[in-house]
């Protein structure tokens, strides 16, 4: 979480421009922002409570060359405007940003109190710049000094300096995401690309246990460890400007949901050589494991199904979160899958490194090329659902169902089958995605907007679908949500139903057909209000979501009109859907 940007350069506007580039990654972080500028031989330092996307970068307009911004989500302190980045130094020389959490920080904080320091929030990070004034008043060098202050870190981190006496941005990361974008004559920093997107898509990736020393005309990058000095490859970034913009939606949400009318149809052009290559690693391993958090997590449990009903092989799902217990289970003839879309999910990258420790294979299936999960990864496939800026991931889950439906099929040696399926699903898709039945649903959301409980039921590979409706609809509306096992309900849940209950039934035209609809008939005989999504309409229905019947791509289908529903749900309630509160878009932290 939290968005980091610095800028070191020729330009005379960092402040503006630093200000311009963390609105782009507000989507990280957006309780309170905060920026340091460099003027003269001071820093100047401005921050606040509330969201950056406010706040006018035509006021940080100093002559400057030499800046850093963030955009907060809390870990330590409360939402305050002490609490906001960036923090100084005791002398006031030295700002610091940071992503992560300094776990020994209250162990730094007393020994720095011990020898005069005091200090003004209630945050881990303020320790890092006194820390560093500490060390550098020994007669380090700032580069030495943030090196020795990271060996004593523990817990994960990825910090930007700002030194008023060196004219130079020092970073370093453990386990948070920091990215050197490279101009002419000048370097940014930031937690994500789109910040630079505009300026530079030359792009130096700083990896796990790496820093960076940026001047205007020179990044040396070293090990945090060593200290030696490591060259690093210069990468040109895809993405396009226009790609991370919202044109012309009102949010991200609606933009991204309408974008699945042509991802999913990318998403399923892979590299058949390699696609055949991870089936058969699949087909020979000793047990598949995937792992995923979040809706990256119901992506891998529709898998699950897939894998059973198309490939007849036994794969299991476990949240990344969880990973950890499972080490007992993993040998090197494992193969672990994770599904990330961002790749930069800490909980993931966690259960890689338990996945490596035991000697395991790790397939990575990410929507950020480049990102941590991509590269610490054994194999890697790109779902090129292109950027994905609304916290709730719509496009990026239906990619990763079918990156993995295309997979299994190739497990059953049936590739090109899948391959039609999945192109037709997208083709349907595209129709689908209609004004008049986007209307449709936000009319369905005008009725239920105002219910405080809502259930979803499916069956099969829409169970999991039910559950990440669950998500959707609670993340986006704060309307409570429930998924279920359709068949489970008669165990308990039912309990909960009342007179006009909304509940959602997410169906399919196949061997569990019947099965939902008993299951809808005892919903409807305790009162409950029917939504169903389904190929066909039935009597029982209170209303209608017409899908078109899509054979095993049906729960990639299916979630979308969910996707719809929950953004009108949102917007119905007053709420901002691509923001929603307590969340940020990557969970960097456990
Ligand atoms: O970037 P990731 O796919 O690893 O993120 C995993 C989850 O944090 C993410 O899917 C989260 O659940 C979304 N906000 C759900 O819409």
């Not at 920026?35 to 606040?48: F, G, L, M, P, R």
């Not at 406010?54 to 939402?79: M, N, P």
């Not at 991200?252 to 991870?278: C, F, G, N, P, W």
């Not at 969910?562 to 509160?581: F, N, T």
Request: hydrophobic share 40%.
């Amino acid at each position: 979480m939290c968005g980091i940007f610095g800028y070191v350069g020729s330009r005379e506007d960092a402040g503006s421009l630093v200000i311009k580039g963390l609105k782009k990654l507000e989507y990280r972080g957006y309780d309170s922002w905060g920026v340091a500028v460099q003027t003269n031989a001071h820093i100047e330092v401005s921050k606040d409570v509330g969201r950056i996307s406010g706040v006018d970068h035509e006021q940080f307009k100093h002559s400057s060359g030499l800046a850093i911004a963030h955009s907060r989500w809390a870990t330590h302190g409360g939402v305050t405007k002490q609490n906001a980045h960036p923090h100084l130094s005791e002398d006031g020389k030295i700002a610091v940003v940071h992503n992560g959490i300094i776990e020994n920080y209250l162990e730094l904080k007393k020994m720095l109190q011990k020898k005069g320091h005091t200090f003004k929030s209630e945050t881990d990070t303020e320790v890092i710049p006194h820390l560093i004034q500490d060390l550098k008043k020994d007669g380090m060098t700032l580069e030495d000094a943030v090196r020795a202050a990271c060996q004593m870190f523990t817990g994960r981190y990825g910090i930007l300096v700002l030194d008023t006496e060196t004219h130079a941005l020092v970073a370093a990361r453990t386990g948070s995401p920091l990215i050197v974008g490279v101009g002419e004559g000048e370097y940014f920093i930031a937690s994500d690309i789109p910040a630079f997107l505009e300026q530079t898509r030359i792009v130096n990736y700083l990896d796990d246990g790496e820093m960076v020393c940026l001047e205007s005309n020179k990044a040396i990058f070293r090990s945090i460890e060593t200290g030696k000095e490591i060259q690093k490859r210069k990468i040109e970034i895809a993405w396009k400007v226009e790609d991370t913009e919202k044109g012309e939606y009102e949010h991200y949400m609606l933009k991204e949901i309408m974008d699945q009318k042509e991802s999913i149809i990318r998403a399923v052009h892979q590299d058949e050589e390699q696609i055949m290559t991870l089936a058969k690693a699949i087909k020979d391993c000793v047990g598949c494991i995937l792992s995923a958090c979040g809706t990256a997590g119901k992506a891998c449990m529709a898998a699950d199904y897939f894998f059973s009903i198309i490939a007849k092989r036994h794969v299991n799902f476990v949240p990344s979160s969880e990973f950890k217990i499972y080490h007992h289970f993993l040998l090197p003839e494992s193969l672990i899958v994770v599904v990330s879309q961002s790749g930069e999910t800490a909980d993931v990258l966690e259960a890689m490194k338990t996945a490596k420790e035991a000697g395991s294979k790790v397939l990575a299936i990410v929507n950020v090329e480049g990102s941590s999960v991509a590269r610490a990864a054994d194999y890697t496939l790109l779902i090129n659902a292109g950027p994905e800026r609304a916290v709730a991931s719509t496009k990026a889950l239906t990619g990763q169902m079918a990156v993995l439906m295309l997979i299994a099929y190739a497990v059953a040696g049936k590739l090109n089958e899948g391959r039609m399926a999945l192109l037709e699903a997208g083709a349907k898709i595209n129709d689908m995605l209609n004004p008049r039945y986007i209307d449709h649903i936000k009319g369905i959301a005008e009725v239920l907007h105002h219910h405080k409980d809502m259930y979803i039921i499916g069956k099969s590979w829409n169970y999991p679908m039910a559950l990440e409706s669950a998500i959707k609809i609670q993340e986006v509306s704060y309307i409570h949500a429930q998924g279920f096992a359709a068949g489970e309900l008669k165990h308990g849940p039912i309990a909960l139903i009342e007179e006009g209950t909304p509940c959602i039934a997410l169906m399919g035209n196949d061997e569990v057909t019947a099965d939902m609809l008993s299951n809808i008939m005892e919903l409807k005989a305790r009162g409950a209000t029917i939504i169903a999504v389904s190929p066909e309409r039935h009597e029982i229905f209170d209303h209608w979501i017409k899908v078109p019947d899509a054979g095993p791509a049906q729960p990639i289908v299916n979630i979308i009109p969910i996707q719809i529903l929950s953004y009108y749900l949102a917007v119905l309630k007053g709420k901002d859907p691509d923001m929603p509160r307590n969340l940020a878009k990557s969970v960097t932290v456990k």
